[in-house]
Structure formats: C-alpha cells, structure tokens
C-alpha cells in the first residue's frame, strides 16, 4: 500500500488539493486512508474543519495527528465489534494520503505558491502542482497527482516488512506493516547498487559502543 505525502506551505492549499485528489481517486473506486499532520493541536468536532472537509470527500479513515493527541474520523459499518476490529488492524485502504510530514521518508507531492521558493523537503519529490487563479486545482492538476499515486500502488505492490528483535520475530500488522515497509522503501530507494534488489535486509545495532 503506498503513502505519498502532500507537503507545502501553510497556506498553499494542500487540504483543498487532498480534497480533490480523494475525491479522484474514490471515484475510481480506490480506498484511501488519510493522515493530517496538525503541529498546532485541533478542535474536535469541527464541521468545516480540514479533516471533516477530507472525510466528506470519500477518504476513509482520517487521522489527525497534534500536540494534542490523536484523532480518527472513521465511516463506521457493520456492529460495533465489526468495527472495533477494522480499528484494531489499522489503517486500511488502497493508498495512504499523508498532508503533511515534510521531514517523512515517504515520497512527496509538493504544493507551490506562485512567486515563492518551493519548500524544502526530505525524501524524494514526485511532482509540483500550483493552484490556479480560481483557488482550485485544475482537473489536469489532480489528475497528475491521482496518477502518481496510482503509479506508485502499482510499482510498490505488496511490499512485506519483517522485524526482529534479538532472534524474536515482531509481528508488525495493519498500518504498522505499511508504515515500516514504505519507510524503508522510501530510504533506501535513492541509494546505489538497491534498484533490482527484490530482498533487502536492513540491521540496527543498539548496543552501546565497545570501550575496550
């Protein structure tokens, strides 16, 4: 499952971009998932508020991380137990559309404002959109960026990440499993000599430097 990050400006209009792009990519019967980066805190239970607005637009679940906490907007279905499972497993859904997270590994959308610098970002940048004079993207616009995304679901695949602590295997399900794989594809993807590597093994050794 990819993730691809919307990053931009303050006020370069990445929500009113994840809106349509959502909206793109709902209508082509994908599944989207949807996480906010909110730096400054949120309002819960907002109607007109950013994440409401991404929701009504088809993304489903929609997560707002803040200082404040964690909040999960969810199209519920089904008996309360149905849906505490899909909660349990994580995230779901065809493709994961990040607003947000500029210093992430995952690859980037990056929103311009015409007359400014782009924003510095990690990791690498797909594509540059510019809102239009109408305060809207234009069709060709979202349709871009629903492509990249779609490319990417199609390139990526069922990437499988597995971790182990010691000799003991950790399971990793759900959005953890995502989160860990399109990590780790998104760091090591820019480095040489890993473009046809089906099987890459990564190690971290937490054990304090040797003073002898």
Known sequence: MPIVAIVGDSDSGKTLLCEQ??????????RVGFVKHAPHGFEPGRPDSDSER????????????????????SVGSGEPVDQLSQLLTGLR????????????????VRVCVEGRQPREVAGPVLLDVTRGADDRFSDDAV????????EQREAI?????????????VPLRGFAQTVVASALRGLTEPL???E???HLVVELDRRPPSTG
């Open 21 to 30: 792009v959502v909206a793109a990519l709902v209508a082509e019967g994908l």
């Open 192 to 194: 040489r000599g890993v």
């Open 54 to 73: 991404v929701l009504a637009a088809g993304a489903d679940p929609v997560v707002v991380l803040g200082r404040n906490g964690v909040l999960q907007l």
């Open 157 to 169: 695949g069922p990437d499988r990440a597995t971790m182990y602590a010691d000799d003991r295997e």
């Open 196 to 198: 046809d590597a089906d």
């Open 93 to 108: 859904g065809d493709v994961v559309l990040l607003e947000g997270f500029s210093r992430s590994p995952w690859p980037k």
């Open 143 to 150: 349709r871009a960026v629903a492509k990249v995304l779609t």
